[in-house]
């Protein structure tokens, strides 16, 4: 159960922040959301980790800001995944990595 609606909160989030930034567009509906929340989590529960470790020395010398680039190319990766998620531009995929997590943070905190 918990699972579901950790999915659902990622839909949300993936909803808020497509509505907000420029440069992201989602097509097809809450299904897509849906879809979108699941890639996006997946990528970051095994992709992510493998990048992460094999980055370590990129990520030290820039003190962990390589870590939002790591962000940006997993909401590239899903953007390439999901037909009708579209993300154009390195700084709306950024915002976009940075709305989903904190909104995120912010309804796990309420929930």
């Known amino acids: 159960m918990g699972l579901i609606i950790r999915i659902l ?3 949300v989030a993936v909803w808020i922040a497509a509505y907000f930034i420029p440069g992201v567009s989602v097509t ?6 849906l879809i979108v929340a699941i890639v996006l989590g997946f990528l970051n529960a095994f992709i992510k980790p493998v990048l992460t470790v ?3 020395p990129i990520t030290i010398v820039t ?3 390589f870590l939002l680039v790591l962000n940006v190319l997993m909401v590239y ?3 390439y995944l999901v037909p009708n998620f579209h993300v154009t531009g390195f700084i709306a995929a950024l915002l976009f990595s940075i709305v989903v997590s904190i909104i995120t943070a912010l309804i796990d905190a309420i929930v």
Request: charged content about 0%; proline content about 0%; cysteine-free.
């Open 54 to 56: 094999l980055t370590i």
């Open 28 to 33: 097809g509906g809450m299904g897509t959301y």
């Open 63 to 65: 003190l962990g800001l």
């Open 9 to 11: 909160i990622s839909a």
């Open 77 to 79: 990766l899903t953007s």
